[in-house]
């Protein structure tokens, strides 16, 4: 697959085959997320691996309890556009996929957001090209319950950056439109 | 350039050749930084292409003294590992790149960094499939005077995510050391 192709290919897929997805094949996505650039070159990333739906869907769960939870206090909060999906009871984050990875690291670091999101990008390229979707599920990450992070393997001190459901695609979407690129100023 | 290609060959390149780059060449390139996913598809991200040598040295200067008046008031900042470059006056922390890329936007989004991060992702990769090299300035973001933020047309509610040196590579480092990467669990 070659650049072009794969900066358009890599969708957002929300709809898998009930396939797992191979250990060695998610190391080496994972191998290559993390020829990624950080900060420093710090590699700040951690990963879990979670390939149990049940433990899947008890995190979702716990995720949409914590969104409208908040929604309570906040009403305006970028998540009451999402109000009547984490309402449906039927409705999980992660889309039902057979395997889900968390990019995690240290709450402290500065850089944190940015490294792992260039890890995330990585990842997702990389599960691209080897047939694989991928999708960053932005409201997966509200996981506070102690029992479910430790169960998880999750340290106090790190926090959820990406996490990103992955999985063998059923139907890879079309592009969704982009605006064309907003340029503020040329300096010449 | 196929994607095993492009994650390995793509690095950090700090030494370019005195060559412009071509503004359709950079606007292929930012065209396909668009096709980065978004939180949302927000599509956040605004572009301020500066490609004037004068105003990157200024720019590089403004950085610089910031960053330096910023350890005096904290000497433990992540920034005092580079004092001695920064008190160096013949050190640009653009490294005379003939292109600098602002990728900014809306200081209040709770996703900026994140989604300004995959675009610069995406940035990095079109670059290099296209023979160019790039950095991502981590030490050239920190711009106050409003007289520069005038000139180069930076909007008062953004802020600058990714500072990005474009180019032609004189020099292209070997990968450098990554750890292997860390799995902190794997719930099966």
Known sequence: MDHSELLTKRRAVRDYEEKEVPLDILMQVINESCLAPSSSN?????????????????LSDESKRNLLLDLESNPASPSSNYEAILRDKHFNVFYNAPCLVFIVGPKE????????????????????????????????????????????????????VAPIVIGYPKDIPDVPDRMGPQILNIVS
């Open 109 to 160: 670091l500065l850089s944190l957001q940015v490294d792992c999101a260039l890890a995330a990008c990585y990842f997702m390229f990389s599960a691209c090209a080897r047939g694989l979707g991928t999708c960053w599920i932005g409201l997966g990450r509200f996981i506070k319950d102690p029992e479910i992070l430790k169960l998880i393997g999750m340290p106090d001190d790190h926090q959820i």
């Open 42 to 58: 710090r590699q700040p990333w951690h990963f879990i691996i979670i390939n149990n739906k049940d433990v899947i869907k008890r």
